[in-house]
């Protein structure tokens, strides 16, 4: 009577399932599994709810599940190395659900599926909270005001000063550019916490623009401005990143941003709804 059964009892209970249900527990066991595993796959898929799609016909981007692994890594007790060990072969941007119960299974090696269902439940609250922390920030402190002087507009009755051409990848940053503008883009988009950016995360924020850039586009400006060669930009790199990034779509970061937020809620909002 104590709420909770052991391992012999559960024997019993599985063998009183068996004979009910006419299901080996082998089967069970089968069934069990690869309803954890579409847990895990729903928990990083974004649904398209104008066009719903069953289990067999729905992707996940690459580039989430590696967040989701790697935000939940240290909670399973995996190193950074055994996820990248993991992920070193995959060469297809979208995975369907066979492809991602398979490499789940090798990075898991034997630990419970129910434990990692856990880590990713927290992983998923963990990518939610610290998007809703960096927006809210940016409400409070690069609103309509902040913005407005990003996008260079001068104030009534004042010429609108022209910014100056950066000379190269460490000009300083642009008059009519409020740096805040650059920190709460920074700060949204560091998806991990890091205080770095991957190339990833860049791809992620330029696909929101209305007419998003050729990827080779943004992997030659972020491989231009990765000056010590680590692979990820910091803040200071960000910086002649925007200004180029800038240039090279005709669009301020202020508006920039506008458009990753809005996408950001969209996301937000398709990964809480349960109806």
Known sequence: G??????????????????????????????YTRKQYAK??????????????????RTIAFKDLKIFMDTSAGMLSISSADVGKVLKDVDAEQLDFDT?????????????????????????????????????????TAGPAARKGAAG?????????????PADKKSEVTKTTDIDIFSEAFALMDSRGGGVLSLDNVYEFCE????????SVVRKLYNQFDEDGSGDI???????????LEKAVGTSVAD???????AMYKRLFELVDEG
């Open 208 to 215: 929101a623009l209305p007419d998003p850039p050729a990827q």
């Open 256 to 262: 920039m941003l506008a458009h990753f937020t809005k």
């Open 153 to 165: 507009t001068a104030s009534p009755g004042v010429p609108a000063e022209e910014p100056s051409k």
């Open 2 to 31: 104590s709420g909770d059964i052991d391992s012999e009892e559960f024997l019993g209970l599985c063998r009183a399932l068996q004979k009910l249900t006419k299901v080996s527990v082998r089967d069970m066991i089968m069934m």
């Open 234 to 244: 910091d803040s200071d790199e960000f910086l002649g990143f925007c200004q180029a």
């Open 100 to 140: 991602f119960s398979d490499l789940i299974q090798k990075m898991i090696r034997g630990k419970s599926i129910s434990v990692v269902v856990h880590a990713f439940e927290e992983a998923k609250r963990i990518r939610l909270e610290s998007r809703m922390k960096a927006y809210q920030k940016f409400e409070g």
């Open 40 to 57: 895990l796959f729903n928990l990083v898929y974004v649904e398209d709810k104008a066009h719903p799609q069953p289990l067999e016909s």
